[in-house]
């Protein structure tokens, strides 16, 4: 086992590029629990968001991965780890098989079955045993003569991959009961029994995964979550400082990575860092004054001539020659490469086999000349049984393949081939082609053609296609209007980050202009504009979002935004660059759902929001459960809150009271116009006015059917020593002279610390004016402002 997993493997499995784990490994960011959305969003977005999300777990390493978190006492039994492709999930298991080889860690168990999803992929046989199973992936335990020993051990299984898996696990319906390691069934059945506990119960599983595949394992299988959130930035610098010995190349490495962002969030993948590293040694030590790579589309560009390259040296022998002519005669194997990723993108695969590779033209005996020639790009693998499976590094090296192979078909009019996907017709013009692109792009919920698409349109910009000389001939092309659309504002950025692609940095500063000089934005302005502030490295102090007017429906004083645009603000509130202490969605049609994904930033121990105005959002008492969470949350620091002109109704104004009494609740004003109350909820606010805990120095209940007798209730409370209120605003709240005997005893009171009082807009008469009269001549009155 040792053996297996002391060495990691650069490229394709051939022990010259195998090099000691020990000596390159950089601690991966594993925490407990999964980010919000995991499952839905594509990876990239997946990764671009966590470069914003907040670190608010206490990281786990690797070797702890089955001990409770602390402070909690549970058996931990199965493990489900997820993590976006590349991110290190394998790595983590076999350094974790490593520790426990070598005597550094989990010295009580005494067998670690290691057991990856794409090789028994590869078992047909029906009748297998666990037993079986084991004895094909680890013969030397056919020294175990007793199969029932396995009882009276401690084991681990690890399931790797379990998104490369393509066996069937059900699990959802009865099927054979296995309790014996010897009885045989299909391998399915072997995993889901010893997953469930019918198979060796108090044997421990791992099982890793990305995230959209997890699900095939149900949650009451699953004892604890796990992600693998990859490199933060401190470990990003220590990987580049590992992989690159020169001191002062690897400095100037890391400082042009930080000059683009877009680069240096993909940097969060360990895999993406190693590309960077490959490419700009590279650069750098042909050439010190060539302009660095800027781009996604410049860095794979880039990468694809270098180990072409390496191919011809290595392997064909042959001396260094200009880009062109090695691209040139490398083209046939470059073009079958690219139409294997395009079409296999199309199916949604990531593993292929034999066949897969005969349908583009590619000979499988052959087979050790493309994984020669793309030593890391594609692999090869020699596995169970001694079949093959073939693969692309990541998942990024077959979308910008893919990419150019769309780009090349067009260019070479076979429209045939993308007939398919973009329904493309024989003399479609290439603005067409690019715009059924974005439009399929726009089409997928989880944006799995997102990076695609970056891809297709960085290549469609000439100075990309100069660098692809010899596989293509130059045809540039501008498309702008690609952001034009009213879209849901993930997806717009991600077209946003198609024109830098481009290097098309118009709407940038058109955006910025507006701004400074407070225009009306289009949708696709807002959309720069989210961009803007989740990526500035200073933060902005205020976004007030409804000052901005948009042609979308015509409605002024909002941004139409919606739910799916909170997820993105709550990403920016997570963020460890954030300076943000005022946000403003107000008018804007966010519904409780949209709430639900603002709390999840506000929660945050990176969030530094003060104020929250959320006034005519179409809110309803729902919202109010996870507003409870965030206000009674230590981290949150939220003292202003405006929630007026939402349908929040007495139930949910007595959930946030119960948060208002929390001792760690910071809130001062709470803003509650128009929520259709009635005096149902002042019992509910006179306790919080009276507890010792709340901080509350204005409540604003105005237009609402609160009546006499509700103010007389918030009246008691005010008289209490514990109250700190000094702003009371009930206008228009239904009342008539009957409840200013209860406000003048309050006034009166030496414990009342009430400065304004803003009664306007209702029924009090001259009886009700006199009463209060009276009690502003009272020594102990402070009010100092009547309305």
Same mark, same amino acid.
């Given at each position: 086992?040792?053996?297996?997993?002391?060495?990691?493997?650069?490229?394709?499995?051939?022990?010259?590029?195998?090099?000691?784990?020990?000596?390159?490994?950089?601690?991966?960011?594993?925490?407990?629990?999964?980010?919000?959305?995991?499952?839905?969003?594509?990876?990239?977005?997946?990764?671009?968001?966590?470069?914003?999300?907040?670190?608010?777990?206490?990281?786990?390493?690797?070797?702890?991965?089955?001990?409770?978190?602390?402070?909690?006492?549970?058996?931990?039994?199965?493990?489900?780890?997820?993590?976006?492709?590349?991110?290190?999930?394998?790595?983590?298991?076999?350094?974790?098989?490593?520790?426990?080889?070598?005597?550094?860690?989990?010295?009580?168990?005494?067998?670690?079955?290691?057991?990856?999803?794409?090789?028994?992929?590869?078992?047909?046989?029906?009748?297998?045993?666990?037993?079986?199973?084991?004895?094909?992936?680890?013969?030397?335990?056919?020294?175990?003569?007793?199969?029932?020993?396995?009882?009276?051990?401690?084991?681990?299984?690890?399931?790797?991959?379990?998104?490369?898996?393509?066996?069937?696990?059900?699990?959802?319906?009865?099927?054979?009961?296995?309790?014996?390691?010897?009885?045989?069934?299909?391998?399915?059945?072997?995993?889901?029994?010893?997953?469930?506990?019918?198979?060796?119960?108090?044997?421990?599983?791992?099982?890793?995964?990305?995230?959209?595949?997890?699900?095939?394992?149900?949650?009451?299988?699953?004892?604890?979550?796990?992600?693998?959130?990859?490199?933060?930035?401190?470990?990003?610098?220590?990987?580049?400082?590992?992989?690159?010995?020169?001191?002062?190349?690897?400095?100037?490495?890391?400082?042009?990575?930080?000059?683009?962002?877009?680069?240096?969030?993909?940097?969060?993948?360990?895999?993406?860092?190693?590309?960077?590293?490959?490419?700009?040694?590279?650069?750098?030590?042909?050439?010190?004054?060539?302009?660095?790579?800027?781009?996604?589309?410049?860095?794979?560009?880039?990468?694809?001539?270098?180990?072409?390259?390496?191919?011809?040296?290595?392997?064909?022998?042959?001396?260094?020659?200009?880009?062109?002519?090695?691209?040139?005669?490398?083209?046939?194997?470059?073009?079958?490469?690219?139409?294997?990723?395009?079409?296999?993108?199309?199916?949604?695969?990531?593993?292929?086999?034999?066949?897969?590779?005969?349908?583009?033209?590619?000979?499988?005996?052959?087979?050790?000349?493309?994984?020669?020639?793309?030593?890391?790009?594609?692999?090869?693998?020699?596995?169970?049984?001694?079949?093959?499976?073939?693969?692309?590094?990541?998942?990024?090296?077959?979308?910008?393949?893919?990419?150019?192979?769309?780009?090349?078909?067009?260019?070479?009019?076979?429209?045939?081939?993308?007939?398919?996907?973009?329904?493309?017709?024989?003399?479609?013009?290439?603005?067409?082609?690019?715009?059924?692109?974005?439009?399929?792009?726009?089409?997928?919920?989880?944006?799995?053609?997102?990076?695609?698409?970056?891809?297709?349109?960085?290549?469609?910009?000439?100075?990309?296609?100069?660098?692809?000389?010899?596989?293509?001939?130059?045809?540039?092309?501008?498309?702008?209007?690609?952001?034009?659309?009213?879209?849901?504002?993930?997806?717009?950025?991600?077209?946003?980050?198609?024109?830098?692609?481009?290097?098309?940095?118009?709407?940038?500063?058109?955006?910025?202009?507006?701004?400074?000089?407070?225009?009306?934005?289009?949708?696709?302005?807002?959309?720069?504009?989210?961009?803007?502030?989740?990526?500035?490295?200073?933060?902005?102090?205020?976004?007030?979002?409804?000052?901005?007017?948009?042609?979308?429906?015509?409605?002024?004083?909002?941004?139409?935004?919606?739910?799916?645009?909170?997820?993105?603000?709550?990403?920016?509130?997570?963020?460890?660059?954030?300076?943000?202490?005022?946000?403003?969605?107000?008018?804007?049609?966010?519904?409780?759902?949209?709430?639900?994904?603002?709390?999840?930033?506000?929660?945050?121990?990176?969030?530094?929001?003060?104020?929250?105005?959320?006034?005519?959002?179409? #809110?309803? $008492?729902?919202?109010?459960?996870?507003?409870?969470?965030? &206000? +009674? !949350?230590? /981290?949150? *620091? =939220? %003292?202003? @809150?405006?929630?007026?002109?939402?349908?929040?109704?007495?139930?949910?104004?007595?959930?946030?009271?119960?948060?208002?009494?929390?001792?760690?609740?910071?809130?001062?004003?709470?803003?509650?116009?128009?929520?259709? #109350?009635? $005096?149902?909820?002042?019992?509910?606010?006179?306790?919080? &006015? +009276? !507890?010792? /805990?709340? *901080? =509350? %120095?204005? @409540?604003?209940?105005?237009?609402?059917?609160?009546?006499?007798?509700?103010?007389?209730?918030?009246?008691?409370?005010?008289?209490?020593?514990?109250?700190?209120?000094?702003?009371?605003?009930?206008?228009?709240?239904? #009342?008539? $002279?009957?409840?200013?005997?209860?406000?003048?005893?309050? &006034? +009166? !009171?030496? /414990?009342? *610390? =009430? %400065?304004? @009082?803003?009664?306007?807009?209702?029924?009090?008469?001259?009886?009700?004016?006199?009463?209060?009269?009276?009690?502003?001549?009272?020594?102990?009155?402070?009010?100092?402002?009547?309305?």
């Amino acid at each position: 086992m040792k053996r297996k997993v002391e060495h990691i493997c650069e490229g394709i499995i051939h022990p010259e590029n195998q090099t000691l784990l020990k000596s390159i490994y950089t601690e991966l960011y594993i925490t407990e629990g999964e980010s919000e959305g995991m499952n839905r969003e594509h990876e990239v977005q997946q990764i671009e968001a966590e470069h914003r999300r907040r670190r608010r777990d206490t990281p786990i390493n690797c070797n702890d991965i089955f001990k409770a978190p602390p402070g909690q006492e549970k058996h931990i039994r199965t493990v489900m780890t997820k993590g976006v492709a590349g991110i290190g999930k394998t790595v983590s298991v076999h350094k974790f098989i490593l520790d426990w080889a070598e005597g550094a860690a989990n010295q009580d168990v005494d067998f670690i079955f290691l057991l990856p999803f794409r090789e028994m992929n590869l078992v047909k046989d029906e009748g297998y045993s666990l037993h079986q199973l084991l004895l094909d992936f680890h013969p030397e335990l056919q020294e175990l003569e007793d199969p029932q020993k396995y009882e009276g051990c401690k084991m681990i299984f690890i399931f790797d991959g379990l998104d490369e898996s393509r066996i069937q696990l059900n699990f959802h319906i009865q099927e054979q009961k296995l309790c014996d390691v010897t009885q045989t069934s299909s391998v399915g059945v072997v995993i889901t029994n010893l997953i469930q506990g019918n198979l060796l119960p108090s044997a421990l599983i791992w099982i890793t995964s990305r995230p959209a595949a997890a699900n095939q394992i149900p949650a009451q299988h699953t004892s604890q979550v796990t992600e693998v959130r990859g490199f933060n930035d401190r470990q990003k610098e220590e990987f580049f400082r590992k992989r690159i010995r020169d001191e002062t190349q690897a400095n100037k490495i890391i400082s042009h990575m930080k000059t683009s962002r877009s680069l240096y969030i993909m940097c969060h993948i360990p895999i993406f860092c190693w590309i960077s590293a490959t490419v700009l040694q590279e650069v750098l030590l042909q050439d010190n004054s060539k302009e660095i790579p800027r781009t996604l589309t410049e860095m794979f560009t880039h990468f694809l001539i270098i180990q072409t390259n390496m191919k011809n040296q290595k392997y064909d022998e042959r001396s260094e020659m200009d880009r062109q002519t090695l691209l040139q005669s490398n083209k046939e194997v470059l073009l079958q490469l690219s139409k294997l990723a395009f079409r296999q993108l199309e199916k949604g695969n990531l593993l292929f086999y034999e066949e897969d590779l005969r349908e583009c033209g590619i000979d499988v005996t052959a087979a050790s000349v493309y994984s020669g020639m793309c030593t890391e790009i594609f692999k090869e693998e020699s596995v169970f049984q001694q079949k093959k499976i073939y693969c692309f590094v990541h998942l990024s090296i077959q979308e910008f393949l893919a990419a150019f192979w769309v780009f090349y078909c067009y260019v070479k009019k076979n429209m045939e081939e993308l007939k398919m996907t973009f329904s493309s017709r024989p003399k479609m013009s290439l603005d067409d082609l690019l715009k059924a692109a974005v439009d399929k792009s726009l089409q997928s919920e989880n944006g799995h053609l997102d990076l695609f698409l970056r891809f297709f349109l960085g290549i469609s910009l000439g100075s990309n296609q100069e660098l692809l000389q010899g596989l293509l001939e130059p045809l540039t092309t501008t498309h702008r209007a690609i952001t034009d659309q009213n879209i849901s504002t993930e997806r717009a950025m991600n077209l946003l980050l198609c024109l830098l692609e481009m290097k098309d940095s118009s709407l940038h500063e058109e955006t910025d202009m507006l701004v400074k000089l407070d225009k009306d934005l289009s949708p696709a302005h807002c959309s720069v504009l989210a961009y803007m502030i989740l990526v500035s490295e200073d933060g902005l102090d205020e976004f007030d979002l409804k000052k901005y007017k948009t042609d979308a429906g015509g409605r002024s004083g909002d941004c139409n935004l919606t739910e799916s645009s909170c997820k993105t603000v709550a990403a920016a509130l997570q963020s460890p660059d954030s300076h943000l202490t005022d946000l403003d969605l107000s008018y804007n049609q966010i519904l409780d759902s949209g709430v639900k994904h603002i709390c999840v930033g506000l929660e945050s121990s990176c969030c530094k929001l003060e104020t929250l105005r959320l006034r005519c959002c179409s #809110l309803s $008492a729902g919202c109010c459960s996870a507003l409870f969470s965030v &206000l +009674r !949350s230590n /981290s949150s *620091r =939220l %003292r202003l @809150l405006d929630l007026s002109d939402n349908n929040l109704q007495d139930s949910g104004v007595e959930l946030l009271s119960t948060a208002l009494e929390d001792p760690h609740c910071k809130l001062e004003t709470l803003r509650l116009q128009c929520c259709k #109350l009635s $005096a149902g909820c002042c019992s509910a606010l006179s306790s919080v &006015l +009276r !507890s010792n /805990s709340s *901080r =509350l %120095r204005l @409540l604003d209940l105005s237009y609402n059917n609160l009546q006499d007798p509700g103010v007389e209730l918030l009246s008691t409370a005010l008289e209490d020593p514990h109250c700190k209120l000094e702003d009371l605003q009930l206008r228009r709240c239904s #009342l008539s $002279a009957g409840c200013c005997s209860a406000l003048s005893s309050t &006034l +009166r !009171s030496n /414990s009342s *610390r =009430l %400065r304004l @009082l803003d009664l306007s807009i209702n029924n009090l008469q001259d009886s009700g004016v006199e009463l209060l009269s009276t009690a502003l001549e009272d020594p102990h009155c402070k009010l100092e402002d009547l309305r």
